[in-house]
């Protein structure tokens, strides 16, 4: 028995020996600064997790701008001085700018790779994203998307009922619902035989979709869904509604769902199963950092007596000027792109509260060894590292933002209550001073529409309904960290708002 123990213990003796020697990387001549973290593999991933901005910060003091950290069993370079931002872009011809996203796509919906050079598809999904949410495609996407809304927040049963009762609802389930709702309409089109049938859909949708979200930062990690039994039934729900023979009997999909379905992928090995999960990895880009920012950009607006005073007043002049009546019985309001471009206060109330909520981690991949030159000096990377930026850094750093934790909702506007664009840090002008979208090659293709969708929702609240905060003092809810890296945070608790219609 005793040299049974023995024995083992030599070789996990000898096994931490070679752990030592060969598995820790050591800092050659002219790397940034190496932080190993004490746990094989894991490297410093549970302290990062814990809390990235603070693990960041005490980096920062401790190396300086550019520091490496072992997470998961890779080298990640983090550079964290804002005025660098735009020199780590002009790199890009040494970054695989998709590799880590097709990938955890990949893991986290259930798909095989659907990177073309991996022969199982011959699509450019990035070309795909370009043309069917940008440009042209833009409009009837914001057209859809206001019809969609206007449907869910003017339901025929409440104009009946000429209800005049204040409805009380949390403000984060309010919102997750009526953009979950109005977005998948707009992405997947209108079920044609009947409203009741579809609002069900909707609702378990809904439902599944949350389950699924709820483990996403998990799936993100690199857990497999299998651990998670309810979340692995949700997603497959979720998908087997996104099969073709189920979206060939809807009305009014968009023009990216369309592409895709239509598209003469002669070389692909997907099924239909296969291809609706990647259809789904489009359904959760598209919702899971919009219903938080749209949360922050009403909690925000609502909140702040001086901001929802400037947005109503923006508001109702963008609709005069439009020659446009609210009605509850009539047409619904539609404001075209330069309608909606021209909503300066909106912008700035939107920005700021997604300053305030976004921690998105921006990553790219070396493809090759070569030297990496920044204003602090010049660093050598090694091929396969992952170079990353933390935005949030930047967004919180007070040099930049003065008071970087209030919500100021002009805090975008410049003197003439035009868009600002200006923003020093060290007196030296910056080139990115606001990145929630990303950054480069990878950054968001959906941003242009996020933005609009929020807008048309903001619009529709002020001119359709009253609002209070039911606490009208009520504090702040802090963000919920444990999704930090994957975007737009939610809140930690729900906040309870009372609604009703105007004019009735
Ligand atoms: C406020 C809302 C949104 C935020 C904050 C946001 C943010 C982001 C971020 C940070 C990325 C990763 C960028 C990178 O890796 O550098 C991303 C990717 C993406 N977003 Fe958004 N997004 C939002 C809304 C949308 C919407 C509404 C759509 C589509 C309708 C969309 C579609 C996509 C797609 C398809 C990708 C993957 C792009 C790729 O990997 O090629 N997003 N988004
Ligand atoms: C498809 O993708 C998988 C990885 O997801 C890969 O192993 C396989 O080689 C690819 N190609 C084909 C033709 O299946
Ligand atoms: C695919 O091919 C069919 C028939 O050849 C054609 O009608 C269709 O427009 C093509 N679709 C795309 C997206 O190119
Ligand atoms: C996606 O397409 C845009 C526009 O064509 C281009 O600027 C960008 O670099 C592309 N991204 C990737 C990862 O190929």
């Not at 880590?100 to 919906?109: I, R, V, W």
């Not at 069917?132 to 049963?157: D, K, V, Y």
């Not at 976004?358 to 204003?375: C, G, M, P, V, W």
């Amino acid at each position: 028995m005793i040299t049974i123990f023995l024995i083992w213990g030599i070789v996990l003796t000898m096994c931490c020996y070679l752990w030592l020697i060969f598995g820790i990387r050591r800092r050659r001549m002219g790397e940034p600064p190496l932080e190993n973290g004490l746990i094989p593999y894991l490297g410093c991933a549970l302290k990062f997790g814990a809390n990235p901005l603070e693990f960041l910060r005490a980096n920062q003091r401790k190396h300086g701008h550019v520091f490496t950290c072992k997470l998961m069993g890779k080298y990640v370079h983090f550079i964290t001085n804002s005025l660098s931002y735009h020199k780590v872009l002009c790199h890009g011809k040494y970054f695989d700018w998709k590799k880590f996203h097709f990938t955890t796509s990949a893991k986290a919906f259930g798909h095989r790779s659907i990177d073309p050079s991996d022969g199982n598809t011959t699509e450019n999904i990035n070309d795909t994203f370009i043309k069917t949410l940008q440009g042209h495609a833009l409009n009837s996407l914001t057209e859809t998307m206001m019809e969609n809304l206007q449907l869910i927040l003017r339901p025929p049963f409440l104009l009946k009922s000429k209800s005049t009762e204040w409805v009380t609802e949390g403000m984060y389930s309010f919102c997750y619902r009526v953009m979950f709702e109005a977005g998948y309409l707009t992405l997947f089109g209108r079920d044609l035989t009947s409203q009741d049938a579809q609002s069900a859909l909707i609702l378990e949708n809904l439902d599944n979709f949350k389950q699924f979200d709820k483990v996403f930062p998990a799936l993100a990690a690199g857990l497999p869904i299998h651990v998670f039994k309810t979340a692995f039934q949700a997603r497959e729900k979720l998908a087997e509604g996104l099969r073709h023979e189920n979206l060939h009997r809807r009305d009014q999909v968009s023009e990216l769902i369309r592409l895709r379905m239509f598209l003469n992928d002669t070389l692909s090995t997907f099924d239909d199963l296969e291809k609706a999960k990647t259809h789904l990895a489009i359904l959760w880009a598209s919702q899971a950092n919009t219903i938080p920012a749209t949360f922050w950009s009403l909690f925000q607006m609502i909140r702040n007596p001086e901001a929802r005073k400037a947005a109503t007043e923006e508001v109702n002049t963008a609709l005069e000027k439009a020659g446009q009546r609210i009605s509850f019985e009539g047409d619904p309001i539609y404001l075209n792109q330069m309608q909606l471009n021209d909503l300066p206060v909106l912008d700035s109330i939107i920005k700021e509260a997604l300053r305030l909520s976004s921690a998105s981690l921006n990553i790219r991949t070396a493809k090759e060894d070569f030297t990496l030159h920044l204003e602090e000096g010049s660093y050598n990377i090694r091929k396969d590292d992952i170079i990353a930026l933390y935005p949030q850094l930047m967004h919180l750093d007070p040099e930049i933002y003065p008071d970087p934790l209030t919500f100021k909702y002009d805090r975008y506007l410049d003197e003439n209550r035009k868009t600002k664009t200006t923003f020093y840090s060290n007196g030296v002008k910056l080139k990115y001073y606001y990145m929630p979208f990303g950054s480069g090659a990878t950054i968001c293709p959906g941003r242009l529409f996020a933005v609009q969708e929020i807008k048309q929702f903001l619009i529709l609240m002020l001119l359709y309904f009253e609002i209070e905060l039911v606490e009208s003092h009520v504090k702040c809810p802090p963000l919920d960290q444990s999704r930090a890296g994957l975007g737009i945070l939610p809140p930690l608790n729900d906040i309870d708002f009372k609604y009703k219609l105007k004019y009735l």
